[in-house]
């Protein structure tokens, strides 16, 4: 078998794209065997370790694990003979019992290498999508159908779930259980049925796998908004990770390109997804499961800057990302190719010379309790009397030859407080020298932590009121005894 491999290669379809279940007939379980010996080696793992790799997300199908006995519940006009025949197709190919040798494969190589493996049901009974990383193509016209939504269908899932953790169970470098992956369930009645099999799910994991171990559970970005933060309680379900995958592509007709500030474009079509991402953080643990170089075509050096942009976007907005995919046809999505074809360095894209040091803080100043705030439109304010999510913000620390610095990054907007020279304080999309202060340690005020802030220009970050009746006015002063300004801030 060449490399890049072709595993549809000659295979006839049944609708616009070919699919698994497009895969029959006595030479399926040839095709499918010889594909998993050619795509499992001991060196990919060689590779991904000496790329930076942590985390390798192995994505299955319900078939891998179990069989029903009568194959997916399907209803409606959509629902038929020949549609139910190709669902059936999935369980024909092989036993679960045959596929079980490549993952113990994975889980041997991943160990050696020192990666951790995330189990990712990707396809669950009749579909979450109707596409074709489901393992089939199910369409009406431009859409796309699916057919998981039912009682049956979510039982079936739920014991691919708990063969998944009864298989896992022993692997000391088990990442995780994913249970499902993007899910097109968007009305309420949806969530609903979603929100059931999470529950189940995870339960039936729990069989087996201890409290520590996360389950993972998908959500888009724009539907976080339906999950409160409490829906499934460490104390009664364990430890529970949320997965969400992020891609953006010019609008029709449009392109993002070197020529025309496309890499300022590609990273604005994020700034939405991002927001929400960081909010939704907050309470829950989130990872990007999926993210791609797809989208803008700009030359070497600014790919590269893109590329080192979502990473550092990612770790900062949540837990992490994972590329999609390691190998691939296509350069945009072959993390191995990226580094063969475009010069990639990715073991070093994911490092970050500055030391996030523990959650969000707040900074009142000391002489009026206001908070310092970073606003939605790019301004920085002290006159906030209740701390929220606006006045949160995230130290980093590093060295800059050889002395000890801080910068501040707003948890609400990821933008980094900066003072420029003449002695406005504003918020930075990038941090530079500007955004590095020094930090002066004063006696602590009833328990609470004191300081003062002196910025890369030697002025003092302060507030100030000339009159009783104005504002607090923010700024930067440039002497730190000076009796009109108030340059202590109380960490919290």
């Not at 801080?406 to 420029?420: D, E």
Request: aromatic residues 14%.
């Amino acid at each position: 078998m060449r490399h890049p491999y072709n595993f549809f290669h000659g295979l006839r379809r049944s609708a616009r794209r070919v699919a698994l279940w497009d895969l029959s007939g006595p030479d399926a379980k040839r095709r499918m065997l010889s594909w998993l010996d050619e795509t499992i080696q001991e060196w990919h793992f060689a590779e991904m370790q000496s790329y930076g790799v942590e985390v390798l997300r192995v994505p299955c199908g319900y078939w891998n694990w179990m069989v029903p006995e009568q194959g997916p519940e399907v209803s409606g006009v959509y629902a038929t003979n020949a549609i139910r025949e190709r669902l059936r197709n999935l369980h024909r190919i092989a036993r679960p019992a045959e596929y079980q040798e490549y993952f113990d494969r994975i889980f041997h190589f991943a160990e050696k290498y020192g990666i951790q493996v995330l189990l990712d049901l990707h396809a669950v009974p009749g579909s979450q999508n109707g596409e074709i990383h489901s393992g089939v193509c199910i369409e009406s016209g431009e859409e796309n159908v699916s057919f998981f939504q039912n009682e049956a269908n979510l039982k079936m899932a739920v014991q691919a779930v708990r063969e998944m953790a009864r298989y896992a169970r022993s692997k000391s470098n088990l990442f995780g259980v994913q249970v499902i992956s993007e899910p097109h369930l968007h009305s309420d009645e949806g969530h609903e049925f979603l929100r059931q099999y999470y529950h189940e799910a995870i339960l039936a994991a729990r069989e087996f796998l201890d409290a520590s171990v996360p389950i993972m559970l998908f959500e888009w970005t724009y539907e976080m908004h339906r999950w409160d933060g409490r829906s499934f309680p460490e104390q009664t379900y364990g430890r529970v990770f949320w997965d969400t995958h992020l891609y953006h592509f010019p609008d029709k007709g449009k392109t993002w390109t070197s020529q025309n500030n496309g890499l300022e474009q590609a990273k604005e079509s994020y700034a939405w997804d991002l927001q929400q991402l960081r909010h939704f953080a907050r309470q829950e643990t989130v990872l990007v499961g999926e993210f791609s170089m797809a989208g803008p075509c700009l030359n070497q050096q600014e790919t590269q800057q893109f590329a080192q942009w979502l990473v550092e976007q990612f770790d900062f907005a949540c837990a992490g990302s994972l590329m999609w995919s390691f190998d691939n046809r296509l350069i945009a999505w072959s993390m191995q190719r990226q580094v063969k074809d475009w010069g990639f360095n990715w073991k070093r894209l994911f490092d970050n010379e500055a030391t996030r040091c523990g959650g969000a803080v707040g900074f009142q100043a000391a002489a009026f309790g206001t908070w310092l705030s970073a606003t939605e439109k790019g301004a920085v304010e002290a006159d906030a009397l209740e701390s929220n999510w606006w006045e949160e913000w995230v130290p980093y620390n590093y060295r800059v030859q050889g002395k000890a610095k801080v910068a501040l990054r707003s948890a609400a907007h990821g933008t980094w407080l900066s003072v420029t020279k003449e002695g406005e304080v504003t918020q930075s999309d990038h941090r530079s020298a500007w955004e590095e202060f020094s930090v002066l340690f004063h006696t602590e005020q009833e328990g609470q932590q004191c300081i003062s802030l002196q910025s890369f220009h030697g002025s003092w970050l302060s507030v100030r009121r000339f009159r009783p009746s104005d504002r607090l006015l923010l700024q930067a002063a440039y002497s730190i005894h000076d009796a009109e300004v108030a340059t202590a801030w109380l960490v919290s």
